[in-house]
């Protein structure tokens, strides 16, 4: 029932639905008012929420910063939630998004001999069957590329991140009993909440966060100050995911 509710309401937390609200009543209020106070919260609203220097700034609060490969140290196993591509049906192949940086670091551990194993955590996150079993498909093709079939792991039952860290927590129970050298590998806006999740379970592990929008010192470009950026308004959309799923997983005793 939580999963579900969680992705009935998703919407709630985008930018575009809040901006077409208030057009909508700026547009079609009868009380005068209300509909000049709509109009402003339609424009701040944009203007807001389009800027990418206000969306890194609140994001530098919340993203877990990345470690540079060299300050790695070794792990028997790496820990890769997905949650990183889509599925083309009409191709029948993966379709890489931003997160796909998390195995794409990954498979860069491995090549680097910092890690042993790679545990791929997560079967999809839809309501329903879209062709989607990205563990699967993701172990298949790391395969392909020449890494050792011994080497992945695949854990296909969870999907979210309160099930990714028991399922996992499972498994690493079985095959790295009393292991402490194991590294925890999401994106870094993810990462607040996976590791809660897995410290709750008294799972303790390293965290290697990835595809970062920020870091420890600022930078952002004269652009990035000054103008709109749409595709900034979906970047809010999955950082007030996580903001407000942290907030729904203390409350429901997940983290």
Known sequence: MFFILSKILLFTLSPYTWLLIAIYFALFSKKTVR???AKYAAIFIALFFSNTFIYKEFCRQWEIFGTPISQVKHYDVAIVLTGMAEYNNDLQ????RRGIDRIWQTISLYKAGKIDRILIS?????LI???????TQLKEILVKWGIPEHVIITETKSK????NAVESQKIVNRLFPNSNAILLVTSGRH???????????????DTYSTDLFTGPNRSFTFDELIIPDVSTM???HSLLKE???YIAYDMTGKI
């Open 93 to 96: 192949v993966l379709s890489a």
């Open 160 to 163: 979210n991140t309160y099930e």
């Open 191 to 205: 990462m607040r909440r996976a590791r809660a999740c897995f410290n709750k379970l008294g799972l303790k592990c």
């Open 122 to 126: 997560g079967d999809h996150g839809y």
């Open 234 to 236: 979906s970047d809010w």
């Open 35 to 37: 509909a000049k106070r």
């Open 129 to 135: 069957d879209k062709g989607l079993h990205e563990a």
């Open 243 to 245: 903001m407000i799923g």
